[in-house]
């Protein structure tokens, strides 16, 4: 069993600046990638930034500049630092994982409960 645990999201005005963090635990034998992805009312969830623990990144092309992901050194936890905050970054932003259980076990899909960011104008 793996867990996602997030923990960071809250209210800040535009402008401010918010870190969002996510631990991975359980049964794991390999973390491929973590990264976060987030879902406003009414629209689907989106990629916000992903890093695999060789060192890539990927960064949607609305958040490039102003949002910073990383790794701790054991690759367990993914951090989202956000600056810059505008409005239309409100949402539910869920910590993903790509995880392999067991040696013998594919590359699994995981998702953490997700964790509110409400920006105000």
């Known amino acids: 069993q793996v867990q996602l645990v997030e923990s960071g999201g809250g209210l800040v005005k535009a402008g401010g600046s918010l870190t969002l963090s996510c631990a991975a635990s359980g049964t794991i034998f390999e973390i491929y990638s973590m990264g976060w992805y987030r879902q406003a009312p009414g629209k689907q969830r989106d990629l916000v930034a992903t890093?695999?623990?060789?060192?890539?990144?990927n960064y949607a092309d609305s958040v490039k500049g102003r949002f910073t992901i990383s790794r701790d050194n054991a690759k367990t936890t993914v951090n989202l630092q956000m600056n810059s905050l505008k409005p239309e970054d409100a949402a539910v932003y869920y910590c993903?994982?790509?995880?392999?259980?067991?040696?013998?076990?594919?590359?699994?899909?995981?998702w953490g409960q997700g964790t509110q960011v409400t920006v105000s104008s």
């Open positions: 890093a695999t623990t060789r060192g890539s990144t």
């Open positions: 993903n994982a790509e995880i392999r259980p067991r040696w013998n076990a594919g590359l699994n899909n995981y």
